[in-house]
């Protein structure tokens, strides 16, 4: 092997170090109302230490939602937070990877509060999965379908 072939893959390996220990943080999940039905659009924001903002998103017509980063270093828990229009606001503590999450929003004028829990696999596989995968951001594998 080449001086300069070696150097070029120091060079490579040195440079994915960082990398390799940076943690994701994420959140996925889906976000309705008391009945059931999605909440479009609704505000959701994962927050660090100090009230700092991690990542920002909203939920798409079905009321899913997904959030990456790369985490803060040395954060390994966060607070999910859910607003929208017309609802009580939601709050969960959450470690750097939750499971699916489902968060049910009560009415502004409902006396119950709004909830964030990690799904069940049967609300995964009959709420979650049905809604939001395949969930890719700006479009889907279902984009790819014939139409």
């Known amino acids: 092997?080449?001086?300069?072939?070696?150097?070029?893959?120091?060079?490579?390996?040195?440079?994915?170090?960082?990398a390799l220990r940076c943690?994701?943080?994420?959140?996925r999940g889906v976000v309705e109302d008391a009945g059931g039905a999605p909440v479009p659009l609704a505000?959701?924001?994962?927050v660090g230490a100090g009230d700092r903002t991690v990542a920002t998103t909203v939920t798409d017509a079905n009321g899913c939602f997904f959030l990456q980063k790369t985490a803060p270093k040395d954060e390994k828990r966060f607070t999910l937070e859910i607003v929208?229009?017309?609802?009580?606001?939601?709050?969960?503590?959450?470690?750097?990877?939750?499971p699916i999450l489902l968060a049910t929003?009560?009415?502004s004028s409902s006396p119950e509060e709004s909830r964030?829990?990690?799904?069940?696999?049967?609300?995964?596989?009959?709420?979650w999965e049905p809604r939001c995968i395949p969930f890719f951001p700006g479009g889907g594998a279902q984009d790819l379908a014939p139409h």
């Not at 505000?43 to 994962?46: A, Q, T, Y």
């Not at 929208?84 to 939750?98: E, I």
């Not at 964030?116 to 709420?127: D, G, L, N, V, Y």
């Open 105 to 107: 929003l009560a009415a």
């Open 43 to 46: 505000s959701v924001r994962l």
């Open 84 to 98: 929208a229009a017309g609802y009580r606001s939601a709050r969960l503590d959450v470690p750097l990877q939750p």
């Open 1 to 18: 092997m080449t001086r300069s072939r070696a150097g070029r893959r120091l060079a490579l390996a040195l440079l994915a170090l960082p």
């Open 116 to 127: 964030i829990r990690s799904t069940t696999a049967a609300e995964r596989s009959e709420r």
């Open 23 to 27: 943690a994701t943080v994420y959140s």
